[in-house]
């Protein structure tokens, strides 16, 4: 069954630092999100894409945020100048149209020190 | 605001038992509810609902949707200790991604 592959798996950056976040949706899906799950906490909306650009953010996705879809396979999530409160289980998914379901990846695990 | 709210947040039960779990919404232009099991990472499909008195069903599990009321209920028949695992509620508007609701922590002992 295909799936949404999300690397790397766990990372560990110091505060201040840039990282970025790499997904590979599942091939004929058109839809893209990243969402974010904070220890104990709900899964949070970050952002969508759809036909090469932003659909859709939520508050949480201020100006330290970015997204990208360089190569028409990886989409990206790139978080410049990591925060403390930055630290969470980030999770990619993907659909293939409005009314279908996402597929999750199984999320990278961002700890900031 | 758009808010999902489930209950239970935890219910312990035995091996065998039915549960049921419950998520209120309100939303401005819905459009589906979906239902996903969370057990060690990521969140995995179970249902997507959008009409009304439609039950869907896989397995041992169950959904349904009332769209009057606002609300959907899971079901799950002769549980078993992998069912284990946080149940994620989610809504989707018409013109808004998904939102989830903080989910029930479902633990089944044998």
């Known amino acids: 069954e295909p799936e949404v592959t999300q690397t790397p798996s766990h990372q560990v950056t110091q505060m201040g630092q840039e990282v970025i976040l790499r997904c590979v949706p599942i091939s004929n899906h058109l839809y893209f999100y990243w969402y974010r799950q904070i220890l104990g906490q709900k899964v949070e909306f970050l952002v969508s894409?759809?036909?090469?650009?932003?659909?859709?953010k939520s508050e949480i996705f201020d100006d330290q945020f970015s997204v990208e879809r360089p190569d028409g396979s990886n989409f990206t999530l790139k978080i410049r100048s990591t925060k403390l409160e930055d630290s969470a289980m980030y999770f990619c998914?993907?659909?293939?149209?409005?009314?279908?379901?996402?597929?999750f990846g199984s999320g990278t695990r961002l700890t900031v020190v | 605001e758009d808010k999902v709210v489930q209950s239970p947040l935890s219910l312990v039960v035995h091996e065998g038992d039915t549960v049921t779990l419950n998520c209120s919404y309100e939303?401005?232009?819905?459009?589906?509810l979906l239902w996903y099991k969370q057990e060690k990472k990521a969140p995995t499909f179970l249902f997507m609902l959008t009409s009304s008195g439609i039950e869907k069903k896989s397995g041992r599990l169950s959904s349904i949707l009332d769209k009057k009321e606002l609300f959907s209920i899971l079901n799950i028949t002769a549980t078993q200790t992998g069912d284990s695992a946080v149940y994620l509620c989610?809504?989707?508007?018409?013109?808004?991604?998904?939102?989830f609701g903080a989910g029930t922590r479902l633990t089944v002992k044998p």
């Open positions: 939303v401005t232009n819905f459009r589906s």
């Open positions: 989610a809504v989707r508007p018409f013109n808004n991604d998904m939102r």
């Open positions: 894409f759809y036909n090469n650009e932003i659909s859709e």
């Open positions: 998914a993907s659909c293939r149209g409005l009314n279908y379901g996402y597929t």
